[in-house]
Every structure is written in C-alpha cells, then in structure tokens.
C-alpha cells in the first residue's frame, strides 16, 4: 500500500471537521468526523461534484428521518423502514454514491431523543454538514497531483529510454 496525499487529506478533513465542531461546543463532533471521511475526494473537481450530492443525500436523510421520527417514533423497525425508503430514493435519483451518508444522516437523527427532537436534529444535521464542508476545504487547500504533468513526465522519460 502506497501512503500518498489522500490518505493525509482524509486525517487533516477529520481533524478540520472534529476540531470546528468542538470549537462550536457542537454536542456530538463525532458525527462531523464521520461525514469528513465520507466526503474526501482526489481531486477538487471530483469533491464538487460529489459535495453537491453529499449534500442531496444528507438532506433526504434528515427529511425522512424527520418525517418518520413524527409519524411513528424511533422504533427499530422504522429505522429499517426509513432505510429501504432512503436507498429506494437515492437509486431513484442517481445519487447511489452517497447512500451511505443518506443513511448515517437518517440514523443518526431518528436516535434523537424525544425531548427537543427538532433542535437536537437541526443541530445533528448541521454537524454532519459541517464534516461534509471541512472535506471540501481540505480538496481546495491541497490541491491534487497534477496528472497531466505527471503523465507528460513519465512519457518523456519512456521516450528516453527507448
């Protein structure tokens, strides 16, 4: 295994993410940890293409986990319901790359407890945005290999030993 600039990309985005939501006494930074990991891409183009569907999914999470919470509670049973319903969905919408984080959205926000279910969701969500936004930062700063260059490079170099 080669260690190379995604693999410090993906501990500096945990880090940007766990290190805002502390700074923001955000009540549960892990869940912003969780997202970062989810959302590192290689290159900046492929992390907006993908914050834009991040965001979809955590958006389709946080509704349905929402909805259900208030129709029927937090049963087991409904969390595997809201499950099917978010993967069916994400399917449906060519999102299937970030079901994952749909899920982690739904599941985490249905483990609410009853008291302020609202405010403790809202906050919930906007951690996991948050780790979502700290990956994006991390793909901006440091930027990826240049592939071109690199492949330029190596051509030239085969040419010289042909």
């Given at each position: 295994m080669r260690v190379g600039a995604r693999i410090f990309k993906t501990g500096i985005a945990i880090t940007l993410a766990l290190f805002i939501a502390k700074l923001l006494n955000m009540p549960s930074p892990?869940?912003?940890?969780?997202?970062?990991?989810?959302?590192?891409?290689?290159?900046?183009?492929?992390?907006?293409l993908s914050?834009?569907?991040?965001?979809?999914?955590?958006?389709?999470?946080?509704?349905?986990?929402?909805?259900?919470?208030?129709?029927?509670?937090?049963?087991?049973?409904?969390?595997?319901?809201?499950?099917?319903?978010?993967?069916i969905l994400?399917?449906?919408?060519?999102?299937?790359?970030?079901?994952?984080?749909?899920?982690?959205?739904?599941?985490?926000?249905?483990?609410?407890?009853?008291?302020?279910f609202l405010q403790v969701a809202g906050i919930r969500f906007s951690t996991l945005f948050l780790g979502i936004m700290s990956s994006f930062i991390v793909n901006l700063i440091f930027l990826p290999p240049k592939y071109e260059k690199n492949y330029m490079f190596e051509l030239h170099m085969l040419r010289k030993t042909c």
């Amino acid at each position: 295994m080669r260690v190379g600039a995604r693999i410090f990309k993906t501990g500096i985005a945990i880090t940007l993410a766990l290190f805002i939501a502390k700074l923001l006494n955000m009540p549960s930074p892990v869940f912003a940890g969780i997202a970062a990991t989810f959302a590192i891409k290689p290159t900046i183009y492929r992390s907006y293409l993908s914050i834009i569907e991040q965001v979809q999914g955590n958006v389709i999470g946080a509704i349905i986990a929402v909805i259900l919470f208030m129709a029927f509670g937090n049963h087991l049973i409904i969390v595997g319901f809201g499950a099917i319903i978010i993967i069916i969905l994400m399917l449906k919408l060519k999102l299937e790359n970030n079901v994952s984080l749909a899920l982690v959205t739904m599941i985490v926000i249905m483990e609410t407890p009853g008291e302020n279910f609202l405010q403790v969701a809202g906050i919930r969500f906007s951690t996991l945005f948050l780790g979502i936004m700290s990956s994006f930062i991390v793909n901006l700063i440091f930027l990826p290999p240049k592939y071109e260059k690199n492949y330029m490079f190596e051509l030239h170099m085969l040419r010289k030993t042909c």
